[in-house]
């Protein structure tokens, strides 16, 4: 007997109480997007459990994905049965013999979460166990380390039975946090923010710096598979890209070298607040790792957050460069990100860029220009692409999407 379902456990947001079935419609949606290549899937969802059922769906393909999606403590494939002892010993004994191979050790592991079900936990171990070695020939009994554990759970409106569970990848649902925008460069760092980000329930949309002709095509599409990593976990992200050239040419004129690079964080700053308003979030998310840069020390940042009272996240800010390079090899998006194409952070970098600069200097040069009507244009200038399995499509006006 073949899988025909699977039944997925809720981590966190079984501690949410009264805003549970929130969380919960949250999670089922995050389903629903990462699984739309496969129209004939159908998800149920209650307080306590979720089920997937499959309808001739590739169980493996829906695995690999669930895998990635926030707010999943564990899942299982499963088998439904009727709440029969008779058709539970049927099912049972034809989802073992396909998984057993000789010499293989089992256990059952009953849960009776309807305490009206005529057998106990003892009971049902007992009684499906015995009914297993009976029918298949060389099983053997394992109770610590079993090569086949089969899991009966008794419910209210029927049993499911199954013999493997998956780790979730844990956290909340996308979009049950908010919503933010990541400053997604084309490093290591800044996905890694993003997907920390999105395991906290936060749904992203990323903003991305382009400066041509001093950054290439090859640097943009690079950024935009790093989008499509991240759009793997929730179903879809928006990439917005900015045309910075000219912000960056004129501060490379305006400002002195040892604070150009300063500016050019304020400057990109500004902006992504500008787009934050107009999409209505709530936060800024960086890459920022304390030290690890001229620009991210903490003189720097002070400097920097003056130009915006939004709230900007930093999830990797006591993080060591290993340990951020590990879950960047984990998530996938480290190859893409040391393909060497260069993005705007890295083009016109000061031989000694100011690691302590002072607030009132940089205002100081910064008033020299008006950078205002500069930055307007690059927010109306913005190139947005909408990544994922629901869309490919490609807006040029900020106005289409409010």
């Known amino acids: 007997m073949n899988y025909d379902r699977i039944l997925i456990r809720y981590g966190e947001i079984s501690t949410k109480g009264r805003n549970r079935s929130k969380?919960?419609?949250?999670?089922?949606?995050?389903?629903?997007?990462?699984?739309?290549?496969?129209?004939?899937?159908?998800?149920?969802?209650?307080?306590?459990?979720?089920?997937?059922?499959l309808n001739g769906a590739s169980g493996e393909q829906v695995i690999s994905i669930?895998?990635?999606i926030f707010g999943i403590q564990s899942f299982s494939p499963a088998i439904k049965v009727e709440r029969d002892i008779e058709k539970i010993k049927e099912a049972a004994l034809s989802l073992v013999k396909r998984l057993y191979?000789?010499?293989?050790?089992?256990?059952?592991?009953?849960?009776?979460?309807?305490?009206?079900?005529?057998?106990?936990?003892?009971?049902?171990?007992?009684?499906?166990?015995?009914?297993?070695l009976k029918n298949i020939t060389g099983l053997k009994v394992d109770v610590k380390n079993p090569d086949i554990n089969l899991q009966i759970e008794v419910r209210s409106e029927a049993v499911y039975l199954t013999c493997e569970?998956?780790?979730?990848?844990?956290?909340?649902?996308?979009g049950s946090a908010g919503r933010a925008m990541l400053m997604l460069s084309g490093g290591?760092?800044?996905?890694?923010?993003?997907?920390?980000?999105?395991?906290?329930?936060?749904?992203?949309?990323?903003?991305?710096?382009?400066?041509?002709?001093?950054?290439?095509?090859r640097s943009k599409q690079k950024v935009i598979d790093l989008a499509k990593v991240l759009s793997g976990i929730s179903g879809q992200l928006m990439l917005h890209v900015v045309p910075f050239t000219e912000i960056q040419q004129t501060i490379r004129k305006q400002v002195p070298e040892n604070y150009s690079m300063t500016t050019t964080r304020r400057m990109m700053l500004r902006i992504t607040d500008e787009i934050m308003k107009r999409r209505k979030g709530l936060a800024i998310i960086t890459g920022e790792s304390l030290g690890q840069v001229a620009s991210q020390t903490l003189e720097s940042m002070y400097a920097i957050n003056e130009v915006t009272n939004?709230?900007?996240?930093?999830?990797?800010?006591?993080?060591?460069?290993?340990?951020?390079?590990?879950?960047?090899?984990?998530?996938?998006?480290?190859?893409?990100?040391?393909?060497?194409?260069?993005?705007?952070?890295?083009?016109?970098?000061?031989?000694?860029?100011?690691?302590?600069?002072?607030?009132?200097?940089?205002?100081?040069?910064?008033?020299?220009?008006?950078?205002?009507?500069?930055?307007?244009?690059?927010?109306?200038?913005?190139?947005?692409?909408?990544?994922?399995?629901?869309?490919?499509?490609?807006?040029?006006?900020?106005?289409?999407?409010?």
Do not use: W
């Open 23 to 53: 969380f919960v419609e949250r999670l089922r949606k995050s389903i629903a997007r990462a699984l739309v290549a496969f129209p004939e899937i159908k998800i149920q969802a209650d307080r306590d459990r979720m089920y997937i059922l």
């Open 66 to 68: 669930l895998k990635n």
């Open 101 to 132: 191979k000789e010499g293989n050790t089992f256990k059952v592991t009953g849960k009776r979460a309807d305490k009206t079900f005529e057998l106990n936990t003892g009971e049902i171990n007992h009684e499906f166990g015995g009914y297993l």
């Open 165 to 174: 569970n998956y780790p979730g990848a844990g956290g909340l649902p996308v």
């Open 188 to 217: 290591i760092d800044s996905p890694v923010a993003g997907y920390l980000s999105m395991k906290r329930g936060v749904e992203i949309e990323a903003v991305h710096f382009f400066s041509p002709p001093f950054t290439s095509e």
């Open 310 to 402: 939004t709230p900007v996240l930093r999830p990797l800010v006591a993080m060591d460069k290993s340990d951020i390079i590990k879950i960047a090899q984990e998530i996938g998006t480290h190859d893409i990100s040391i393909l060497p194409y260069e993005d705007c952070c890295t083009i016109f970098v000061p031989a000694s860029p100011k690691t302590k600069p002072r607030r009132e200097k940089v205002e100081r040069f910064e008033s020299f220009v008006d950078f205002e009507p500069l930055i307007q244009k690059a927010v109306e200038d913005i190139e947005t692409i909408q990544i994922g399995p629901e869309a490919n499509s490609t807006k040029n006006e900020m106005d289409d999407l409010f």
